[in-house]
């Protein structure tokens, strides 16, 4: 004997009782979906899983059920759904759907979306999803690693790794998507993301030689890779800017020992900048002041 259905459906009058075939239930989930009504959906999905567990419709509702929470912006269980599905069988019909409804809950979370504490469904949501949002990237990627959607999520947790200051497996991941999808779009402009985390780093490492070499061999392979990209002027814009962060901390030394009577000092670290960074405006500085010092 079927369990008792009793299910009030928001904007609905309907009641699921005793009688419904799973058939029928299938029927009114799809329609529900058809008519974006995330509430009915929802609950005649539970309805199916709940009563014809056995169903292959069952399965189909799990997928149902995912696409019903997050719509309602309940991320993390609609997440869970999905992944749920993904492991019933195979070949699920829903196989690609599930995944790019699990990329979309990623780049949810990346751009600010919280999901509840220990995921109880009366917790504010407060916590953040970006661990969340980087597991998730990683898991279609795993899944689909030459897909379209493998690429987008690359491209976003290389963003995501920038902003949460993870500088080294943010290059790391952008160079893995030149080298996956050499010939998109995005591997052309992940050379301008990689300068981007060079020149970050030059504002609080501008004494670190090794960062200012990596920048000038990103720009290289740009330029060998993509000569005719109109982005590598960006990139070489970010470089003359980490040259000049690196100028201006030279420049800051010597002009203390300028300042301090120490000319010779200062000589030195002027006639650097001049070697080392002649596009600079504090090399052009420097010329003017040590035609005064000599």
């Known amino acids: 004997m079927k369990k008792l259905l009793l299910l009030f459906l928001s904007f609905s009058?309907?009641?699921?009782?005793?009688?419904?075939?799973?058939?029928?239930?299938?029927h009114y989930i799809v329609n529900a979906f058809e008519e974006?009504?995330?509430?009915?959906?929802?609950?005649?999905?539970?309805?199916?899983?709940?009563?014809?567990?056995?169903?292959?419709?069952?399965?189909?509702?799990?997928?149902?059920l995912g696409v019903a929470y997050f719509k309602?912006?309940?991320?993390?269980?609609?997440?869970?759904?999905?992944?749920?599905?993904?492991?019933?069988?195979?070949?699920?019909?829903?196989?690609?759907?599930?995944i790019n409804y699990k990329f979309l809950i990623?780049?949810?979370?990346?751009?600010?979306?919280?999901?509840?504490?220990?995921?109880?469904?009366?917790a504010p949501k407060i916590a953040s999803g970006l661990d969340d949002a980087i597991q998730i990237y990683d898991e279609v990627i795993s899944i689909m690693?030459?897909?379209?959607?493998?690429?987008?999520?690359?491209?976003?947790?290389?963003?995501?790794?920038?902003?949460?200051?993870?500088y080294k497996e943010s290059i790391e991941t952008f160079q893995q998507l030149i080298t996956s999808f050499p010939r998109s779009d995005l591997a052309v402009e992940s050379f301008v993301y990689i300068a981007d985390v060079y020149l970050t780093q030059a504002h609080f490492k501008s004494q670190d030689p090794h960062i200012l070499e990596m920048a000038e061999l990103n720009l290289e392979q740009l330029q060998n890779s993509y000569p005719s990209s109109e982005l590598i002027k960006d990139v070489q814009g970010k470089l003359?800017?980490?040259?000049?962060?690196?100028?201006?901390?030279?420049?800051?030394?010597?002009?203390?020992?300028e300042k301090t009577g120490k000319s010779q000092a200062a000589i030195l670290y002027y006639s650097k900048?001049?070697?080392?960074?002649?596009?600079?405006?504090?090399?052009?500085?420097?010329?003017q002041t040590l035609k005064k010092l000599k």
């Open 13 to 26: 009058s309907l009641v699921f009782a005793e009688g419904f075939s799973a058939q029928e239930m299938h």
């Open 36 to 64: 974006k009504d995330w509430m009915k959906l929802l609950n005649g999905s539970k309805a199916m899983i709940e009563n014809y567990e056995t169903s292959s419709y069952a399965e189909d509702a799990t997928y149902y």
């Open 72 to 98: 309602l912006n309940d991320y993390a269980i609609s997440n869970d759904h999905f992944s749920q599905y993904l492991k019933q069988k195979y070949n699920p019909k829903f196989f690609y759907d599930a």
């Open 106 to 122: 990623a780049e949810e979370y990346k751009n600010g979306a919280k999901k509840r504490l220990f995921k109880w469904s009366k």
């Open 145 to 166: 690693p030459h897909h379209e959607l493998a690429m987008k999520s690359l491209f976003s947790k290389g963003q995501l790794l920038a902003e949460i200051q993870e």
């Open 240 to 257: 003359l800017s980490m040259k000049e962060e690196y100028a201006k901390h030279f420049y800051d030394i010597g002009y203390f020992y």
């Open 273 to 287: 900048i001049i070697t080392s960074y002649p596009e600079t405006k504090y090399a052009k500085m420097c010329e």
